[in-house]
């Protein structure tokens, strides 16, 4: 992976941890890694935990960033969550799954994602 395409990962990311700020979340995890993959940004909310995968992308040229995020990756996602609640001790009543679509100009939150 180039150094331009992490910096521009990361750049999404804060751009997308600060829009969930802005909401009234607050940021428990980013790039958390275990064997199973890695979470974005990890939130808490009202009686909610988020894990949000960040696709950032610099045009819709190749699809919506929301589209990257197929089947393998959800549950790459899912299991890696189960690791994280399993260590962390957080105990959410309601866990919830989100993609954050960012591009120039824009950051979608697609709550509930899958």
């Not at 980013?30 to 939130?43: A, H, I, K, M, T």
């Not at 009686?47 to 929301?66: I, L, Q, Y």
């Not at 959410?92 to 799954?97: E, G, M, S, T």
Request: hydrophobic share 45%.
């Amino acid at each position: 992976m180039s150094d331009r395409h992490l910096l521009v990962g990361r750049s999404g990311e804060r751009r997308a941890a600060l829009a969930y700020e802005r909401q009234g979340y607050r940021v428990l995890e980013r790039n958390w890694r275990c064997p199973s993959g890695e979470l974005d940004l990890v939130l808490a909310g009202d009686d909610v935990v988020v894990f949000c995968e960040v696709k950032t992308r610099s045009s819709v040229a190749f699809g919506s960033p929301v589209e990257a995020v197929g089947p393998r990756t959800q549950q790459r996602i899912r299991r890696a969550a189960a690791a994280w609640l399993s260590s962390s001790g957080v105990h959410a009543p309601v866990v919830r799954f989100d993609v954050a679509a960012v591009l120039p100009g824009s950051v979608e939150i697609v709550p509930a994602a899958f």
